[in-house]
Nanobody, 115 residues
Framework: QVQLVESGGGLVQTGGSLRLSCAAS????????MGWYRQAPGKQRELVAI???????NYADSVKGRFTISRDNAKNTVHLQMNSLKSEDTAIYYC?????????WGQGTQVTVSS
């Protein structure tokens, strides 16, 4: 079994920054893809950013140039540096890990951006 634990969410003003972290634990040989998704009230969960085990990244258009995803394969951690935050970034952010086709999710961490 694999567990994902997120940290780093909170309340920030428009234009501010936050750094989210996620640590995976359990029986893990290799995590193929790690990423962040978010779900705002009344909306579907959407991709924010993903990163492969070799460092290839993909971002949602809405966060390109503002968010940066990184990971530490040795520690099974993934981070999301969020800069220039906007009110529309307000959501619950979920960490995701894909291990040989199986998806695992964290509990989520709330990010609230106030104007």
């Amino acid at each position: 079994q694999v567990q994902l634990v997120e940290s780093g969410g909170g309340l920030v003003q428009t234009g501010g920054s936050l750094r989210l972290s996620c640590a995976a634990s359990g029986t893990i040989r290799r995590i193929n893809v790690m990423g962040w998704y978010r779900q705002a009230p009344g909306k579907q969960r959407e991709l924010v950013a993903i990163i492969t085990s070799v460092g290839s990244t993909n971002y949602a258009d809405s966060v390109k140039g503002r968010f940066t995803i990184s990971r530490d394969n040795a520690k099974n951690t993934v981070h999301l540096q969020m800069n220039s935050l906007k009110s529309e970034d307000t959501a619950i952010y979920y960490c995701n890990a894909n291990i040989f086709g199986d998806n695992y999710w964290g509990q989520g961490t709330q990010v609230t951006v106030s104007s």
